[in-house]
């Protein structure tokens, strides 16, 4: 049960969520107002994002039923990336860009390895910048299952 999607029209996040753009993995878990849903950009395997059904492009313009679900789920995401991936820190950081004019808001939950610190000779904003500029886009095999395991967990009352 979910609020409808309301789709903007050359959004590519309306346009993964309604499915009108492949979205590797699938739709990994939602609520009410919001769906969560794995990055197809190359912020690694496992890195999931956090987005609102709705069309919206700042914090400020939220609702109150949206702002009330928010907190709980980043945790909870947050919580099930640590837990499937292991990693040394998972970040939490909120983008709501595209083209250099406001997007639709989303929040990008990233586990970070020790690994990709050291391949990219960074962390924290460093870090993504580097992934996007010299990372490559996750395998959508790899994608499916770490998904799969996911939905599991998140699913799971």
């Known amino acids: 049960m979910s609020e409808p999607l309301v789709r903007q029209e ?3 996040a309306c346009d993964l969520t309604s499915g009108v753009a492949p979205l590797p993995g699938g739709r990994v878990h939602q609520t009410l107002f919001w769906v969560v849903e794995h990055c197809i950009g190359p912020l690694g395997v496992g ?3 956090v987005k609102p059904f709705r069309h ?7 609702t109150d039923r949206e702002s009330a679900e928010l907190g709980p789920l980043l945790q909870r995401v947050s919580a ?3 837990r ?3 990693a040394e820190q998972v970040y939490a ?8 004019v406001p997007g639709h808001l989303h929040f990008v939950v990233q586990p970070v390895t020790s690994k990709q610190m050291r391949r990219f000779n960074a962390y924290g904003p460093a870090l993504q910048v580097a992934m996007f500029k010299d ?5 959508p ?3 499916k299952d770490i998904c799969d395991r996911y939905r599991l967990l998140l699913d799971a009352p």
């Open 141 to 143: 095999n790899e994608v």
């Open 10 to 12: 050359d959004c590519l």
């Open 84 to 86: 499937i991936v292991r």
């Open 80 to 82: 099930a990336v640590s």
């Open 56 to 62: 919206v492009v700042s914090m400020g313009l939220l």
């Open 93 to 100: 950081c909120q983008w709501s860009h595209s083209g250099g």
């Open 135 to 139: 990372g490559p886009t996750p395998d």
């Open 47 to 49: 890195t999931l994002l």
